[in-house]
């Protein structure tokens, strides 16, 4: 079962910046933090990760507590194009082929 | 980007019948994966493959399926013999390894849609 809890659904508007959140809160020391999202039934695509520190890609920036208990995904300028649903997943770091393990997600809609 | 490709993207075969779904991994990576997801639920794990065996499986990689890696390129699942219930979508990953800058990012491809009538 997925160790992570999201909400179920958020909406944003087009231009403004989307912050999706995530608790895990029985989080270990050895796991990361993972974000994909899947549009519209394609192939879930990776975002972003982290294990401690804040991290930014040209996607999305995450911000992870000190705890590590919670974690915010930010979209900057959120567009129609980055309607999905967004997964948060804990995987340990550097195991191999840990695989992912998959939970229902926030399905989020941006709107014009 | 060198991405994962599968094949075909929609397959329609009859109860009963063998399927092969296909996989190009991304070249360099050395874990493969197999996940499908049924229309409107999660998307779930099936199988772990490295250095040619199977790593991890989930309950639902029972005796009807395999994967097999008979190149240096391809990564297939095979579902034996077809039930209603496989009709789902079926997706293709894999990941690098510590060694790679990607580490064990994981990445998958767009997808087989297999519907079984």
């Known amino acids: 079962d997925a160790k992570t809890t999201q909400p179920t659904s958020m909406d944003c508007a087009e231009g403004r910046a989307a912050n999706l959140p995530c608790n895990h809160s029985?989080?270990?020391?050895?796991?990361?933090v993972y974000w994909y999202r899947q549009i519209h039934s394609q192939g879930p695509q990776y975002i972003i990760h982290?294990?401690?520190n804040n991290e930014t890609n040209e996607m999305a920036s995450l911000i992870i507590t000190e705890d590590r208990k919670s974690s915010t995904l930010i979209l900057p300028h959120a567009t129609l194009r980055d309607t999905a649903v967004y997964y948060c997943?804990?995987?340990?770091?550097?195991?191999?082929?840990?695989?992912?393990?998959f939970g229902k997600g926030t399905r989020l809609s941006v709107i014009a | 980007e060198p991405e994962v490709t599968q094949t075909p993207s929609h397959q329609v075969t009859q109860m009963g019948q063998e399927v092969i779904l296909r996989c190009v991994p991304i070249?360099?990576?050395?874990?493969f994966y197999w996940y499908r997801q049924i229309l409107g639920q999660k998307v779930e794990f099936l199988v772990s493959?490295?250095?040619?065996?199977?790593?991890?499986k989930s309950e639902i990689f029972d005796d009807q399926f395999s994967v097999e890696r008979p190149d240096g390129s391809n990564f297939t699942l095979k579902i034996r013999s077809t039930k209603l219930e496989d009709s789902a979508m079926y997706f293709c990953?894999?990941?690098?390894?510590?060694?790679?800058?990607?580490?064990?990012?994981?990445?998958f491809g767009e997808g087989s849609w297999l519907t079984v009538v």
């Open positions: 982290g294990l401690k």
């Open positions: 029985t989080i270990s020391g050895n796991e990361y």
């Open positions: 070249s360099n990576h050395l874990y």
């Open positions: 990953a894999s990941s690098g390894g510590p060694a790679l800058s990607s580490g064990n990012t994981i990445y």
């Open positions: 493959f490295y250095n040619n065996e199977i790593s991890e």
């Open positions: 997943i804990v995987r340990v770091a550097y195991s191999g082929n840990t695989p992912l393990v």
